[in-house]
């Protein structure tokens, strides 16, 4: 069962560009949620983070939108450059667990100069 | 200091050998995880310890599989009877307490059962 459904597999976005990628959940009892970024050959690193009570985060050219009544959210890349294409993967974590991170199935992201 | 270290890099194992895969955390730090993760996959939950403590093993995929952190810093993944779907890159990573707090992953250990 896959409990986070990201979209698209893939992406490509001129440089530039806004880069969008979407999550999705269907358990209400998560309440962080964190995205991931992953090079090849090394581990993913995290990139930013939100809470539900929040509607947006932003840090630097990377955004975070959340809609709870949707239980959907979204990470934004603007001004995309070549040096953001890497695999990124959103994740979510229950209230009642302080370590079982559950991450989505990553979106390849690949920025053409 | 350094980051998460794990050793091997890679490693490739004949069906029914056993491995073990090491990971080395940052100092000082309290969690320690291990995800696999397939081709193409996101990081699939394994275990969890609390220092030397496992207190969540529910995602390993059969008693073949077995972690330990004896004192609470360097942790070992060992699979028995190694099998093809065993094939995957197995990460460790630490945190100084919990998820809520960044996950720092190593580089992980790509293992290949032939």
């Known amino acids: 069962q896959q409990q986070v459904k990201q979209s698209p597999q893939s992406l490509i976005v001129q440089k530039g560009g806004i880069s969008i990628i979407n999550c999705a959940y269907e358990?209400?009892?998560?309440?962080?949620f964190p995205w991931y970024q992953q090079f090849p050959g090394k581990g993913p690193a995290l990139l930013i983070a939100?809470?539900?009570?929040?509607s947006e985060k932003k840090e630097g050219r990377f955004t975070i939108s959340f809609n709870k009544s949707a239980k959907q959210f979204s990470l934004h890349i603007m001004d995309s450059q070549p040096g953001d294409s890497a695999t990124y993967f959103c994740?979510?974590?229950?209230?009642?667990?302080?370590?079982?991170?559950?991450f989505g199935s990553g979106t390849r992201l690949l920025v053409r100069p | 200091g350094a980051g998460v270290s794990q050793s091997p890099r890679y490693k490739v194992a004949k069906r029914g050998q056993d491995v073990a895969l090491r990971c080395d955390p940052i100092?000082?730090?309290?969690?320690l995880f291990w995800y696999q993760q397939a081709l193409g996959q996101g990081p699939e939950f394994l275990t969890y310890?609390?220092?030397?403590?496992?207190?969540?093993k529910s995602g390993l995929p059969s008693d073949r599989f077995f972690a330990e952190r004896p004192e609470g810093s360097v942790s070992t993944l060992k699979i028995q009877r190694t099998q093809q779907e065993d094939s995957a890159v197995y990460l460790c990573?630490?945190?100084?307490?919990?998820?809520?707090?960044?996950?720092?992953f190593g580089n992980g250990t790509r293992l290949t059962v032939t």
């Open positions: 990573a630490s945190s100084l307490t919990g998820a809520r707090a960044p996950l720092h």
């Open positions: 310890f609390q220092n030397e403590a496992q207190l969540d």
């Open positions: 100092s000082g730090h309290v969690s």
């Open positions: 939100i809470r539900p009570d929040v």
């Open positions: 994740a979510a974590l229950r209230g009642d667990s302080s370590y079982k991170l559950i």
């Open positions: 358990n209400t009892a998560f309440d962080y």
